[in-house]
């Protein structure tokens, strides 16, 4: 598959082989998300924290690679506690209301790290170049 793609700062793409972000054409596709924290720092405190942390390293993929934000179309959010979803649609509705993509929000048994509250899929169309 032809493509570009953005490797972003998670551990885990080297290790497992994947992209943080790939462009095939029009359409970007934003890999499974977690609130990593930046070279040096921490992680994020609470589920709106860390979903604004999901969402700057998921539209840092998009910018990387011709996008942004309003170029998103749909979204995924993995959670692990049903209490959070407010938090977390709040900072949603921050990151990628004004696009209003399709969304969806699941509850499941945990993350690969116990400490992550959410986990974020993207995907956009880019029509311009």
Known sequence: MNGT????????????????AVRVGERVEIAGTAPVPPVGGSLASGPFAQ??????????????????ASDVVRTRM?????????EIGRAHKALFGASEPASTMVVVAGLLDPKWLVEIE???IVNHQ
């Open 122 to 124: 993207v995907e956009a």
């Open 5 to 20: 793609r953005h490797h972003g700062v998670s551990p885990f793409e080297e290790k497992y082989g994947f992209a943080r």
């Open 51 to 68: 979903m604004m942390r999901c969402g700057e390293i998921a539209i840092e993929g998009l910018v990387a690679l011709g996008g942004s």
């Open 78 to 86: 993995f959670i692990i506690n049903a209490d959070d979803a407010d």
